[in-house]
């Protein structure tokens, strides 16, 4: 087993060293290599039309990829400080092409955890997203932007089949397994029109509590209403499929849609 933490904004790098703390934890403590990825070439001049830096801006650049590396650096040396002697980590900044470096890393990861992206992150950050999850085919933890005490304790599987979410159950097997307790959230056009999922029994068979919750969708934001039963039933994280790349990522970036991923309030297991 091993976990990929990227860290690319400084605003919310603890809560994502924490997220995969607490799933290592959870996983008996595997390795965790925790990845900066560095610009290195200005976004501001991607383009002939943009022209060509002057050495003034060029140095300007220079200084904010290594003033963020470095802040970033030291926020990872804090959070390992305070880990237990058998949790091994391993920081690596490397500059690039963003997608393509998280695509490559995360192909070699089990699991890759990212924070949120917001609408007011620069590119780099839905590049890296992309590249983890469409690209590399990997499972995905979205931290959230809070602290949490426990991540997969009590894991909520958001129920719509698909090979997306049969995928990303798959991955997150060994908590489903592990857990205290499991919630199955149905969102159903009407009540009881959609049978029990099978993997309830399986993880009863096991030991495992497991609570099913219905509800019939009464709006046309059923991520909302998902996100809502997902947290009164307690739950530290939330397995789902993703879905088509452009609905996915604007669910992400807080578009139109006020969905269960414009809220930080659980991670995310996800697989494409």
Do not use: C
């Not at 099913?212 to 530290?236: C, M, P, T």
Request: negative net charge; proline residues 6%.
């Amino acid at each position: 087993m091993r976990i990929l933490a990227i860290l690319d904004r400084i605003e919310t790098a603890t809560y994502t060293l924490e997220t995969a703390g607490e799933l290592a934890a959870r996983l008996g403590h595997p390795p965790i290599r925790v990845l900066h990825p560095e610009l290195q070439d200005d976004p501001d001049y991607q383009t002939p039309d943009e022209g060509m830096p002057s050495p003034e801006e060029e140095k300007r650049f220079a200084q904010e990829v290594s003033a963020k590396a470095d802040a970033l650096r030291d926020i990872f040396q804090k959070w390992k400080a305070g880990l237990i002697d058998q949790q091994a980590t391993e920081w690596i900044e490397i500059a690039g092409d963003i997608r393509k470096t998280i695509a490559r890393e995360a192909m070699n990861a089990d699991m890759t955890v990212l924070s949120r992206p917001r609408s007011s992150d620069p590119e780099a950050v839905s590049q890296a997203f992309s590249g983890a999850l469409y690209d590399a085919g990997a499972t995905v933890i979205v931290a959230s932007l809070q602290h949490h005490e426990t991540v997969g304790a009590h894991p909520v599987i958001a129920w719509h089949p698909s090979s997306a979410l049969e995928r990303a159950m798959a991955a997150a097997q060994p908590f489903l397994e592990r857990a205290s307790h499991v919630s199955i959230v149905i969102g159903e056009d009407r009540a009881n029109e959609v049978a029990e999922p099978p993997i309830a029994e399986e993880l009863r068979q096991k030991g495992v509590t497991v609570a099913i919750d219905r509800f019939v969708i009464a709006s046309s934001d059923v991520g909302e209403e998902i996100r809502q039963h997902a947290l009164k039933a307690g739950g530290d994280l939330l397995v789902m499929g993703a879905y088509s790349r452009p609905h996915f990522i604007e669910w992400l970036f807080g578009g139109p849609t006020q969905d269960i991923l414009s809220h930080a309030t659980l991670p995310i297991l996800t697989h494409h």
